[in-house]
């Protein structure tokens, strides 16, 4: 029993130095950024039809509890239907297919100037040669701290 | 020397007498005290020999004669004769009393492995085949998961892997017969290829081992020890069954051990085949993506298990040698919804049988051939440990095309062709009186080639080289100081690789232009790392006290040096870095253990700092759209411990229970404040056994309840997600079954996890990124039948 004691007795000591020695840093950063284009001016809208020659701006808006860091776009073809979206929208899938000569957009910009809300408006133009048919639209955003939080959009290339 | 010599003879007229009518005699031998039956008593009859198994009983085929002459003798008894009639000779029974001098005879025979493990300074603890069958689970990790401070990172139902308070991967090591397990233990999806069927032995050390165990032991070792050698002139061997009803696994496993004189084989064969497991849930929301399940069934995560294990040995008086050849195959689905964090559709129909297994999928084949040699003169005993193991993966997927990748033709994702060649040389010297010194040699040298269209980590050779010292100084008889240097040498070498198909690049002057880019650099590396340790341990009485201070370390591994490449699955790329050094971690350990008949108690605190740890740093930068991941290094404060208590009342009740906590911080880099990923949560384990009283066929039956109290985990890194804390029942049912005196007794248990099918997660799952909850209630049946 006096060794039972002894030991409690040596356990308080110890937790109670550690508990004062840590944790005297400040608060960890453990919230997400936030993504979304269901607003007035996000796009593409699920299940939207783009068409070849044309420019579009693609937007969503982006916010996060501390600051911002990066974000990126990405637009590729679901011939194969490999996946769906995250809109809760389903979308009419034209037949599956492979790819000729299809549409890749890959870019990452940075937000800089710590802004803890931001609206991504990309430019982006359809070139005229690619294959028509389903793609997604990806975007996906990052805050300071690393975390990320991610979108996607079923959308079509048409004539 | 006369049973030698009788043993001896006996081979040689085997052939002979067995050609001849026989007589079967069979008979216990009891303690006269206590009528409990006696092993290893050796029955001598007319020339024949045997010797009794642990219910003390025996069974031998004689010469047809008039009379017999039984002889029986063991070293901590009076030996007796009897003359046997042919009317008498079945269900003899012989009381033996204990000799005086038995207790003087077990002092000199040496210290028993128990005494050897307080003595070290080191925190262990031995794990016994009765623990592996009473706590059988899915898979051996999961087996452990009960210790307190070990527990595991689950992949579905059927695999995992290890991890002691709170660091795995290649921060464990894992140890069979003497050689490290090496695999692609530095992957998040795959587990311990290693048979949880015929380990009898297990150490598992908790703190800093690199000074016995070189690179890698930086959190604890798992050391799975050969099999005791079998008794001379036995043959045993028993066959497991399995069912669960939670995955429909059907298991069965039979093992064979034999023995004549100098040479013992050993073989056992396991097979398992189970099914999507069932969480208690019929939808999974993953972000935004909901995934219907069919009939609670995670589908796609059904598996299968084919093992195949021999040993040839040979045992005399100055040297015991042992071979090992073991294969071990598997083949496991992944979740098909969601592959790592990937959402993914398909066209295969998942649903029409929970028992296939269709991409994504992996298949591993793990062969290892390993000698064991040790020699004992007067003041040495030389280990020698060689091993080959080929470490061989394959993981497929559905061709979808990523990036500039196109479509890939086939499945085969990626693919590991791992060889791993090891010599471990080690003399244990009792020169001086009230010193052990012992001093080794290490060598190992690994080839790793990759294939496959996805690249993760590149093509390397490896070779390392250590040796190490340490004295184990009896200061008094219970008091023991032990204090030990080691150091490594190690050479890695990684190989280019260059994507097989191009990319396109956006130059400057605003031209394009298609690059099949390097992933991977032609690097050649070399460390070298000093560790040690020093100990103290005293025994009082039923109370042992230890204290350690150790160094370990872990060499860089090739995907934290050299990969470039992106890990679709995890929306990732990742970024190696050939600066690394290699990890050093300091640690002090602390030990208290009370073991005494009615009650005992241990507490076991540690605290530890890491100046170097290397972790994949996820960043805020992206590299063709996915989030950049650095492998980085920083240094971590950690401490933690494991509490335990256990009771027993009544002499039938056992009351016991077990805490372990982890607190870990990184003190410096990009993630200064947050925690280690994959870091378990305050948990521990209340439980009570009952003992009843034997009835019917039912022998030493008990019914155990295991009730798992784990806290919610706010510590978190990027990307990881909080996790409530939750309370699980598990119940079982053991018993022996004595259905014959002939027969050796089956062992039964019936078992019920998850009791009330709580709907949980467990932090360090690999599946808990994707809100995959836990299994639900499973029942389980096994039996072992011994012969």
């Known amino acids: 029993m006096k060794l039972i004691k002894n030991t409690l007795y040596f356990l308080c000591i110890a937790l109670s130095i550690i508990s004062c020695s840590t944790d005297d840093e400040t608060e960890k950063d453990l919230e997400k950024p936030t993504i979304t284009i269901n607003y007035d001016g996000g796009f593409p809208q699920a299940c939207e039809q783009l068409k070849k020659g044309q420019t579009y701006v693609f937007k969503a808006r982006v916010t996060d509890n501390l600051a911002l860091a990066s974000y990126s776009l990405d637009l590729h073809h679901n011939f194969d239907h490999h996946t769906h979206d995250d809109q809760n929208v389903p979308c009419e899938l034209g037949p599956k297919k492979e790819a000729v000569n299809q549409f890749i957009y890959m870019e990452n910009f940075s937000i800089d100037g710590d802004l803890q809300t931001y609206e991504i408006a990309v430019q982006v133009t359809i070139p005229n040669d690619v294959d028509t048919g389903d793609y997604h639209c990806a975007y996906s955003v990052t805050d300071v701290t690393g975390w990320q939080s991610r979108t996607s959009i079923d959308i079509k290339i048409i004539e | ?787």
Request: hydrophobic letters at 35%.
């Open chain 2, 1 to 787: 020397m006369r049973h030698l010599f009788l043993v001896v003879f006996s081979l040689l007229v085997y052939p002979t007498i067995y050609a001849q009518s026989t007589v079967c005699v069979t008979g216990t031998v009891v303690n006269e005290q206590n009528t409990k039956g006696i092993e290893n008593v050796t029955i001598l009859i007319n020339g024949r020999y045997t010797t009794t198994d642990i219910y003390g009983q025996f069974e031998l085929h004689v010469e047809k004669a008039k009379h017999y002459n039984l002889q029986a003798s063991h070293v901590s008894y009076i030996s007796k004769q009897r003359v046997l009639n042919n009317s008498d000779v079945t269900n003899v029974v012989i009381a033996l009393k204990e000799a005086i001098n038995s207790l003087a005879e077990v002092n000199i025979n040496g210290k028993s492995e128990q005494r050897k493990l307080k003595e070290s300074p080191l925190v262990s603890q031995s794990v016994s085949k009765t623990f592996l069958e009473t706590n059988r689970e899915n898979s051996l990790m999961q087996t452990l998961k009960k210790i307190p401070g070990v527990s595991t990172i689950n992949i579905g139902s059927g695999q995992s892997k290890p991890v002691i308070r709170g660091l795995g991967f290649n921060r464990v090591v894992v140890v069979q017969n003497g050689i490290k397990h090496e695999a692609q233990q530095w992957g998040g999806d795959h587990g311990l290829e290693i048979d949880q069927y015929g380990i009898e032995n297990i150490k598992i050390v908790k703190g800093p081992a690199s000074l016995l165990y070189g690179s890698d032991a930086i959190a604890g070792v798992v050391d799975i020890q050969p099999a005791n050698v079998p008794k001379r002139n036995s043959f045993s061997g028993e066959v497991n069954l399995l069912g669960e009803t939670n995955n429909d696994l059907f298991g069965v496993s039979a093992g064979i051990a034999s023995r004549k004189n100098h040479w013992f084989y050993r073989g056992r064969l396991t097979y398992r085949d189970y099914a999507d497991y069932k969480v208690p849930t019929d939808r999974i929301s993953y972000d935004n993506y909901i995934f219907e399940l069919y009939d609670n069934n995670l589908r796609n995560t059904a598996g299968q298990e084919a093992n195949a294990s021999f040993s040839l040995g040979y045992k005399s008086n100055g040297i015991t040698s042992e071979t090992f050849i073991s294969n071990v195959n598997g083949k496991n689905g992944f979740f098909a919804n969601a592959h790592g964090l990937e959402v993914r559709t398909s066209d295969i129909d998942y649903d029409a049988s929970s028992r296939d297994i269709d991409l994504p999928y992996h298949t591993v084949n793990h062969f290892k051939l390993t000698n064991n040699t040790s020699i004992n003169t007067q003041n040495h005993d030389v280990f020698i440990e060689l091993g080959y193991q080929n470490n061989y993966r394959e993981e497929h997927s559905e061709p979808v095309p990523h990036g500039y990748m196109p479509k890939p033709d086939n499945s085969k994702e990626r693919e590991f062709n791992k060889n791993t060649y090891a010599l471990n040389i080690k003399d244990a010297m009792s020169l001086i009186s009230n010193h052990d010194i012992v001093a080794g040699l290490n060598l190992e040298y690994q080839d790793n080639n990759i294939g496959g269209w996805g690249f993760l980590i590149p093509e390397y050779n490896r070779f390392t080289v250590g040796g190490f010292a340490y004295d184990q100084i009896a200061i008094t008889d219970n008091f023991n100081l032990q204090a030990g240097l080691r150091y490594d040498w190690g050479l890695i070498n990684t190989k280019s690789y260059y994507d097989w198909y191009p990319s396109t690049i956006n130059n400057p002057d605003g031209s394009t232009s298609y690059v099949y880019l390097q992933r991977a650099q032609d690097k050649t590396l070399n460390f070298g790392s000093f560790s040690g340790s020093v100990g103290l341990s005293y025994i009082a009485n039923n109370t042992t006290y230890k204290f350690n201070v150790g160094k370990s370390f872990r060499m860089p591994l090739a995907n934290e040096l050299a990969s470039d490449g992106v890990n679709y699955h995890m929306y990732r790329y990742e970024r190696g870095n050939l600066n690394l050094d290699p990890e050093s971690s300091y640690q002090a350990d602390f030990e208290i253990n009370h073991d005494a008949e009615k009650f005992s108690f241990g507490v076991s605190p540690f605290i530890n700092f890491f100046d170097n740890y290397i972790y994949l740093n996820p960043t805020s930068n992206y590299y063709e759209t996915l989030q950049i991941y650095e492998y980085t290094q920083a240094e971590v404060f950690r401490f933690g411990g494991e509490i335990k208590a256990s009771t027993t009342l009544f002499k039938k009740l056992n009351l016991a229970a077990s805490a372990e906590y982890v607190y870990a911080r990184q003190t410096s880099g990009p993630k200064k404040g947050f925690t280690l990923p994959f870091s378990p949560p305050l948990s521990g384990v209340v439980s009570a056994n009952y003992t009843f009283n034997s009835f019917s066929w039912f022998e030493n039956p008990e019914v155990m309840l295991d009730f798992i109290v784990t806290a919610a985990q706010n510590e978190i890194v990027p990307p990881e997600e909080i996790t409530a804390g939750y309370q699980v029942l598990n119940v079982s049912f053991l018993s022996k079954l004595k259905l014959s005196n002939r027969l050796k007794p089956l062992a039964l248990r019936i078992k019920l996890n998850n009791v009330f099918n709580t709907k949980y997660y467990n932090h360090t799952s690999f599946y808990r990124l994707i809100d995959v909850p836990e299994p639900g209630r499973n029942l389980s049946l096994s039996l072992t039948i011994p012969f």
